[in-house]
């Protein structure tokens, strides 16, 4: 793999350290200090952070702001976009502002089906499949042009990540493989708990190459209880929550939050240990104090000035 952005978690990466990267939910409303703060509460602990589009399909502040605003605390935003909510022109407009806001990596989705919304009637445009969007992003980078070939001047040059679901039944590689020849960079999983079925997984992307041609970010999660398990697993899509997990979380007791934080550390550990891994993606679940938790004992720190 080579150097094809000016993204700092790209450097990073290419440098052989394992990366760690969180996430900043914009809230729902116009509160510029509700993103700050959470990225304040990052500093230092995370490479890079997901600034999320609409999460679960529900009208959040843009994306994009929410970049300028981690930027402006000095992280580094990978702006989430997604092809639910825009047709090609919307999308090329953004990838082209996120870079004037500063965002220098972007992560191109479907997004949530508006159903499991606030917005249940909102119409999904869907002009672009993700396939394209990822496409759309590598050309601006590549080859400085649009999608109708008009040149783009100066053209951001991102770092382009995809997602991707590892774990979920009837899981076809061919899938990513074809962002992949898109032109991703990076992919950020899935919340992982079972660390053996995500070493066979490591293991069939390797026997295809794909680990030599994109950086895996596994997703990680320390659940607060029992409770939190058992929704990720009835509602999560792709998630996989053994039943010892869950039986370790009740018998935690009034210990359980500091149980998922060990929870979490052992499944790092894991991680590291699997050949292809470059990183995990720690997410907080609405408490970001959980993640420097998770990040702090799993030994991850300092992170690279």
Not at 42 to 54: E, F, I, Q, R, W
Not at 123 to 149: K, N, P, Q, S
Not at 208 to 218: D, K, N, T
Not at 276 to 303: F, S
Request: hydrophobic content about 45%.
């Amino acid at each position: 793999m080579t150097l094809r952005s000016e993204s700092r978690l790209e450097r990073i990466l290419h440098d052989g350290t394992f990366a760690v990267t969180a996430e900043v939910v914009p809230p729902r409303g116009a509160d510029p200090n509700a993103v700050m703060t959470q990225a304040q509460q990052l500093l230092g602990y995370a490479d890079a952070v997901n600034v999320t589009d609409n999460p679960t399909s529900s009208a959040h502040m843009s994306s994009l702001a929410g970049a300028a605003l981690v930027a402006r605390a000095g992280l580094e935003p990978i702006a989430q976009l997604t092809v639910r909510d825009r047709n090609r022109l919307a999308l090329t407009a953004d990838l082209l502002g996120a870079w004037a806001l500063g965002a220098r990596a972007v992560l191109c989705l479907t997004g949530d089906p508006v159903s499991t919304g606030d917005h249940p009637d909102a119409t999904e445009v869907m002009d672009l499949d993700v396939i394209e969007l990822i496409t759309l992003a590598a050309r601006l980078r590549d080859e400085g042009t649009g999608l109708a070939g008009t040149p783009v001047d100066p053209a951001p040059r991102f770092f382009v990540g995809g997602a991707d679901v590892p774990l979920a039944p009837g899981y076809d590689p061919a899938r990513l493989e074809r962002k992949a020849d898109a032109g991703i960079d990076f992919v950020q999983t899935q919340i992982v708990y079972d660390v053996d079925a995500m070493g066979e997984w490591a293991e069939r992307l390797g026997a295809r190459g794909l680990l030599e041609r994109v950086f895996v970010l596994a997703g990680v999660a320390a659940p607060r209880g029992p409770k939190t398990a058992r929704f990720m697993r009835e509602h999560l899509p792709g998630v996989t929550v053994p039943d010892a997990v869950v039986r370790r979380l009740e018998e935690a007791g009034d210990d359980a939050e500091s149980e998922g934080v060990r929870l979490a550390v052992e499944v790092i550990e894991g991680l590291r240990a699997i050949p292809g891994i470059a990183g995990v993606h720690v997410m907080g679940l609405g408490h970001e104090e959980i993640v420097r938790r998770v990040i702090d004992a799993a030994g991850l720190l300092p992170r690279p000035a």
